[in-house]
C-alpha cells in the first residue's frame, strides 16, 4: 500500500511513510536476512547509523557525525533502499544562529524498522563473531 505524504517545499512534513517495492525485504524472515547480508555486508557507515538510531531519535546532523561522513541523508537512503527500512523523517522549525527559522530534519525508526534493524546488527555480530 502506498501513501502520499503532505509536502511542503518539497518535504515530506507528515509522519506517513510511503511503502515501496522495499518493504517487502523488512519482512523477510532472519534467515534470508543472514543469507543476504553474508553476500553484501552493510557499510560501517550504515551500521553506525542504525546503530545510533536503535538508540532513539537523531538529527541529520547526529546522523552525519554517526556515519562519520557529511552526507547522512544519502546513508539513510541507502539503509532504506537496502534494507527496506522506512526511517521517517519529521521537520520541525528551529532558529538558527542568524536568527531564521529552518526546519530540523529527525530521523527516527518505526516498530518493524528497530525489529529490522537489530536483525541485521545481530546477523551481522554472528558473521564476524562480535557481540551485538
Given at each position: 500500500?502506498?501513501?502520499?505524504?503532505e509536502?511542503?517545499?518539497?518535504?515530506?512534513?507528515?509522519?506517513?511513510?510511503?511503502?515501496?517495492?522495499?518493504?517487502?525485504?523488512?519482512?523477510?524472515?532472519?534467515?534470508?536476512l543472514f543469507?543476504?547480508?553474508?553476500?553484501?555486508?552493510?557499510?560501517?557507515?550504515?551500521?553506525?547509523?542504525?546503530?545510533?538510531?536503535?538508540?532513539?531519535?537523531?538529527?541529520?546532523?547526529?546522523?552525519?557525525?554517526?556515519?562519520?561522513?557529511?552526507?547522512?541523508?544519502?546513508?539513510?537512503?541507502?539503509?532504506?533502499?537496502?534494507?527496506?527500512?522506512?526511517?521517517?523523517?519529521?521537520?520541525?522549525?528551529?532558529?538558527?544562529?542568524?536568527?531564521?527559522?529552518?526546519?530540523r530534519?529527525?530521523?527516527?525508526?518505526?516498530?518493524?524498522?528497530?525489529?529490522?534493524?537489530?536483525?541485521?546488527?545481530?546477523?551481522?555480530?554472528?558473521?564476524t563473531?562480535?557481540?551485538?
Amino acid at each position: 500500500m502506498q501513501t502520499t505524504p503532505e509536502k511542503r517545499k518539497g518535504r515530506v512534513t507528515s509522519a506517513t511513510p510511503m511503502q515501496t517495492e522495499a518493504d517487502v525485504a523488512a519482512s523477510t524472515n532472519p534467515a534470508q536476512l543472514f543469507e543476504h547480508l553474508f553476500q553484501r555486508p552493510p557499510s560501517p557507515r550504515q551500521t553506525r547509523v542504525l546503530s545510533a538510531l536503535l538508540t532513539g531519535r537523531q538529527t541529520r546532523e547526529q546522523i552525519d557525525r554517526a556515519a562519520g561522513a557529511s552526507n547522512g541523508p544519502d546513508v539513510v537512503a541507502k539503509l532504506r533502499r537496502r534494507f527496506g527500512l522506512v526511517i521517517p523523517c519529521t521537520f520541525s522549525p528551529v532558529v538558527d544562529r542568524d536568527g531564521r527559522t529552518i526546519e530540523r530534519g529527525t530521523y527516527s525508526l518505526t516498530a518493524a524498522d528497530r525489529d529490522a534493524a537489530e536483525h541485521v546488527l545481530l546477523a551481522l555480530a554472528k558473521m564476524t563473531g562480535r557481540a551485538a
